[in-house]
């Protein structure tokens, strides 16, 4: 049999009820080189209405329209139909339902899965050049897909979140940041929710956007110890253990490290103590085990020092025992013993974190309530993943398309069943 491109398409992807006319080549109006798929309605089927996809009398035909299909042999190719009106006796004159369409988009259904698909694996814009298209093609395609994939989603069996925020644009307010619903339960990690600004009001949001029923059924919520986070935590979910997670708490110690260090390398500008300040800042933030070589040999050096970012370092460092207990009670005495040291320190950062860490002590303790029930590095690895995703997108001016690349990218959304698997 001779092989022809309209066998592989009834062989890949069969319309029932159409037929594919003929291909053809064709040519854009600048006169490049183009593959029209023309189509028609099977002789013996009647159209189906697009409200309730039942078959009804035919009324009229509509003037051709034309889809984007997947590019073939890197030729840009079309679909072209001419759409039947027909007479619902429950919808009245409605166009039919068109299988590889959805409303008034230019795009093949099967175009919008393809391109979506490559979207997670390559930039937006990368994607728009690689199959001969324009980055808003790709935009309103992934936006599409993900549409279809909240709206297909189930949220049944989350029994832990996480509450985080990421720094987003420019402002240093509550507008400058993204609030964000992660689900961390072992069998399942994923985005479930984001939206702007970081306040109560976002996180009431959030929380009521995944419903009730969710909300009622968590047995944890990780968070942060940002204050309108832990009141709209307490109000809502009051029968979930609330958990101040270990990436939050190393962010803070770090954080507190880092500007003891910068106050410390200001003071000391110009003389010879500074010099072993000089460029250790991820020495001093990364995890000891992961310093190696030159930098551990000049860490050590640092540490030998009296300086204060070293005995702020040793004091950050000493507190990731705390994550080791086993025992809620040990845990506790060792927390005191932390916060008296550090508040002795006359180290005013971590002093600072010392007083943060007591006054929350119940909800760092429940860590130890919750231990072996929700992944410890969840938080942190979603949270490692989205600032790889904003890096890459750094196109990305608009919330909008922000919002749509972390579901596309995180949300594990499901995706819409097509015959054939172009990618
Ligand atoms: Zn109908």
Known sequence: MQLEVKTILNRIQHFAGFVYREVRFGYSARGRLRIHVCLEPHRSSRGSCSACRKPAPGYDRLPQRSWLFVPLWGIKTYFFYAPRRVDCPV????????????????????????????????SWRETARAFRTSWECVYRSVEWFVHWGLAHRKLEGVSSIGIDEIHWGHGKGADGFLTLIYQIDR??????????RRTAATLRRGLSALGPELVKGLRFVCSDMWQPYLKVIAAKATQALHVLDRFHITMHLNQA????????????????????????????LRRTSR????????????????????????????????????????????????????????????????????????????????????????????????????????????????????????GRLPEPELTHRFC
């Open 257 to 284: 490290v880092d500007q003891v260090r910068r106050n410390e390398s200001g003071r000391l500008r110009g003389r010879a103590a500074a010099q072993r300040l000089k460029h250790m800042r991820w020495q001093l």
């Open 291 to 410: 310093v190696r070589g030159h930098a551990r040999r000049k860490l050590q050096d640092l540490l030998d020092s009296k300086l204060a970012t070293a005995r702020a370092w040793m004091l950050k460092d000493s507190f990731e025992h705390f994550w080791t207990y086993k025992s809620l009670t040990w845990a506790g005495y060792f927390l005191d013993y932390w916060c008296w040291r550090a508040l002795r320190s006359r180290i005013e950062p971590m002093r600072k974190v010392a007083r943060m860490l007591r006054s929350h002590e119940e909800l760092l303790l429940n860590w130890f309530k919750a231990k072996g029930e929700i992944s410890g590095g969840a938080v942190e690895g979603l949270n490692n993943k989205i600032r790889v995703v904003t890096r890459r997108s750094y196109g990305f001016r608009t919330y909008e398309a922000m919002e749509i690349v972390l579901y596309h990218t995180l």
């Open 187 to 196: 069998h399942c990690r994923r985005l479930l929710w984001v939206g702007p």
């Open 91 to 122: 919808h009245g004159v409605v166009v039919e339902h068109i299988p590889w369409s959805d409303g008034k988009r230019p795009v093949t259904l099967t175009m919008m899965c393809f391109l979506s698909r490559w979207a997670r694996r390559l």
